[in-house]
């Protein structure tokens, strides 16, 4: 297993994509001294005696009752505990990694006024495989993600259950069998864990790294479709792109371009062709895309600034050994991150079926009927294509921007929230729908270019194509569908597709 050092406030999108495909992170002891000295505020602020916020006060409508010092302790466990109110299934692991990663670094940055022992807890639960067992459902995405970041606190404090490499065990268990004890929170500590948002940020996150991987399948499948269709590879000129400006068009088309470079297919219609123009989803896909790709770098660039971010509450200045109290924790961002996500990930996957609609249609493709050899005794890729409309009709209602609702909570304190979470939570299952568009894009096309043969596509893209064909055969009859999807899709989503055409893509990582 890999090793990935976190300097807090420094981290790259790359490091974050590292820690979710599994990379062990630890924090670079460069930050120490910052978290020590921060701790030391909350020390002298408790030893003073003044009312400051989450210190030595109740929390959020409750912040005008003060705590004595015997009481601050009990006042931390008891915060974590009350917020520990999550429903729905757990979130999986490797999310959940990455969202104490993100709890690491924000901490490690000296203004939340923790202990180093209480990090040491946490950088080890990552480095042994104690992972908590945090509900989904639950948070508005302000005061931050609070009851998952509660769960996942209460584990630290032998409370709720974990995942590890023995099941999924109570807490003070799992802790004991990793040779870890229980932390005793001290003031601020249950506060600065359980307020942020590295929930919404790392369901974001993960559901960027995975949208990446389905826009680079699309670009390489869309190509595969142009040639399949026979259309033509003029609107990629890169003249008409650069004429517009747009980086992400002009990176698509290049990218369209160059995978569709020495097909026999596209030759062969060079002339003799009646056809003027091209449907928009094969001509307007630089268009489409490119922007689906800047639209995802802007969210890539949100996320990645919140992911180096301090959004728990209040924060601590140790220069001036002040406490201030705001509103890091509104997670407005990354509501919006995740709602341009969403809105990309509907394009890609509506730009697709009208693609493999434009197919099966032997008016628009010149093809057999279905693209089956004995249309009418078999239907081919009919129904295919109903389950492709199916899910980008799906994708177009999570897609409703989540960032536009809000709800009041705790007695109206907390009256305006980002619904970040909601909007993060979506995504995932967005991919899902998106990628099997794309999977069954794949198989339609492939199935296409067969019509061609013994004409071949480019090099790239007849290396996609033999990558499929080592699973799924050309359809020649009707047969049980549902496996050839199934296991096309598990190629998108692996990355395969990409692997086989050896190109170098857009990428939203470089940014």
């Not at 916020?53 to 409750?62: A, E, H, Q, R, V």
């Not at 429903?87 to 670094?105: D, F, Q, S, W, Y």
């Not at 079926?353 to 009919?382: K, Y």
């Amino acid at each position: 297993m890999t090793s990935i050092v976190l300097k807090p406030g420094l981290a790259t999108l790359a490091d974050w994509r590292s820690i979710y495909r599994g990379a062990v992170p630890t924090l670079d002891s460069g930050c120490r001294v910052a978290v020590a000295r921060s701790a030391e505020v909350i020390s002298r602020i408790v030893a003073d005696g003044h009312p400051v916020y989450g210190i030595n006060t109740g929390f959020g409508k409750l912040a005008s009752v003060r705590i004595e010092s015997a009481d601050l302790a009990q006042l931390q466990r008891n915060i974590v505990l009350s917020h520990a109110a999550g429903v729905g299934e757990p979130l999986p692991v490797n999310i959940t990694r990455l969202m104490m990663a993100l709890k690491l670094a924000s901490l490690g940055q000296g203004a939340s006024g923790v202990q180093n022992s209480t990090l040491d807890l946490l950088e080890t639960m990552l480095a042994r495989d104690v992972i908590p067992v945090v509900p989904s459902q639950g948070s508005v995405g302000a005061s931050g993600d609070l009851a998952p970041l509660a769960h996942m606190t209460a584990t630290m404090i032998g409370e709720g259950e974990v995942f590890t490499k023995e099941g999924r065990l109570p807490a003070a268990e799992g802790l004991a069998r990793a040779g870890l004890k229980p932390l005793v929170l001290g003031p601020k500590e249950g506060l600065a864990l359980l307020n942020g948002t590295q929930f919404s940020t790392a369901v974001a996150l993960a559901a960027l790294f995975e949208t990446e991987i389905t826009l680079q399948t699309s670009l390489i499948v869309g190509a595969l479709t142009t040639d399949a269709a026979r259309g033509s590879d003029t609107p990629f000129d890169h003249r008409i792109h650069l004429l517009r400006k747009h980086r992400g068009q002009i990176e698509a088309a290049d990218a369209l371009r160059d995978l569709m470079a020495g097909s026999a297919l596209r030759a062969s219609h060079l002339v003799n062709d009646d056809r003027v123009q091209d449907p928009y989803c094969l001509r307007c896909q630089p268009q489409v895309m490119g922007a689906c790709l800047d639209l995802l770098r802007q969210a890539a660039t949100f996320l990645d600034t919140e992911a180096n971010g301090v959004s728990d509450n209040p924060l601590i200045f140790p220069e001036q050994g002040e406490a201030l109290s705001g509103g890091n924790f509104h997670a407005e961002p990354v509501a919006f991150a995740a709602d341009m996500i969403a809105i990309a990930l509907c394009e890609i996957g509506s730009i697709a079926e009208r693609r493999i609609a434009m197919l099966i249609d032997p008016a628009l493709s010149g093809l057999p009927a279905f693209l089956t050899p004995r249309p009418g005794l078999n239907s081919g890729f009919m129904i295919p294509q109903v389950t492709a409309a199916a899910l980008v009709s799906e994708n177009k209602q999570k897609a409703f921007p989540a960032s536009v609702d809000s709800i009041p909570t705790s007695a109206n304190q907390e009256d305006h929230v980002s619904m970040a979470a909601h909007g993060a939570r979506r995504l995932l299952s967005m991919v899902d729908n998106a990628s099997a568009v794309i999977a069954i894009e794949l198989l339609t096309a492939a199935q296409a270019c067969d019509f061609h043969a013994p004409m071949a596509s480019s090099p790239p893209l007849e290396a996609v194509r033999a990558t499929l064909r080592q699973r799924v055969s050309k359809l020649e009859d009707d047969r049980y569908m549902h496996p050839d999807i199934e296991t096309a899709t598990s190629l998108v989503r692996s990355g395969a597709i990409i692997a086989a055409a050896g190109m170098q893509l857009p990428n939203l990582c470089g940014v």
